[in-house]
């Protein structure tokens, strides 16, 4: 069965810092993996998407994410971040039927001045 | 392009009653997904419909459900409400049948007492 960890319930990370999110999956073919980030009382916007090809994605906001198929990980990256990138990150994998997308549990980003 | 609308924003209720909920997708867009979004629990997926047809249904009990018009709006009905049913529940629209970016709505928050 499908399933998306994101081990890290809460990261706390100072403005300017390199940020890291990890996401793993389960799913027994090629997967289609996304990220999405929510700010309070929003809803969730794509981040970036990794359908096939080139394993590093490039996405919105200066975001990267790198598709490691050996480790069943699909890791979000940023330089350098920003206080606006406080909010929910979201790791999804889609499956091949249909738009049904199997979510992780989310990472909650703190940035401190 | 006007995205993704939900209504009502917001929503309290008691235990035993029903609930609709509405979602109006992007013009254009003929695949509609729900999902609850609970702490802890991260998004749940509810069901996803296409053309008015039920494509893809989660992990949940019959008192969920949700029928899509020939414009593609949805709606989703709850029914003999429980307190586990608090949550916020997500619409996103997509395309079609193959993976494009699914766009998500601001929400709906219910709350049952």
């Known amino acids: 069965a499908q399933s998306v960890t994101q081990p890290d319930i809460h990261i706390t990370v100072s403005e300017g810092a390199s940020l890291e999110l990890r996401c793993n999956y389960s799913?027994?073919?090629?997967?289609?993996l996304f990220w999405y980030v929510q700010s309070p009382g929003q809803g969730l916007q794509l981040l970036l998407k990794?359908?096939?090809?080139?394993?590093l994605v490039q996405g919105i906001k200066g975001f990267e994410a790198e598709f490691k198929r050996s480790q069943s990980s699909f890791n979000l990256r940023k330089p350098s971040v920003h206080w606006s990138d406080a909010a929910e990150y979201f790791c999804a994998v889609g499956a091949l039927t249909g738009n049904q997308f199997y979510f992780g549990t989310g990472t909650s980003l703190t940035v401190i001045p | 392009k006007a995205g993704v609308t939900q209504t009502p924003r917001y929503l309290i209720k008691t235990r035993g009653q029903q609930v609709t909920l509405s979602c109006s997708p992007i013009s254009g867009h003929r695949s509609v997904s729900w999902y609850q979004q609970t702490p802890g629990q991260g998004l749940q997926f509810l069901f996803e419909y296409f053309s008015e047809t039920q494509r893809n249904k989660g992990n949940f009990p019959g008192r969920f459900s949700g029928r899509q018009f020939s414009n593609s709006r949805s709606e989703m009905n709850v029914s003999t409400l429980e307190l586990g049913d608090s949550a916020l529940y997500l619409c996103a629209s997509s395309l079609a049948q193959i993976y494009n970016e699914q766009f998500f709505g601001p929400g709906t928050r219910l709350t049952v007492l």
């Open positions: 799913y027994g073919a090629t997967p289609y």
């Open positions: 990794y359908f096939s090809g080139d394993t």
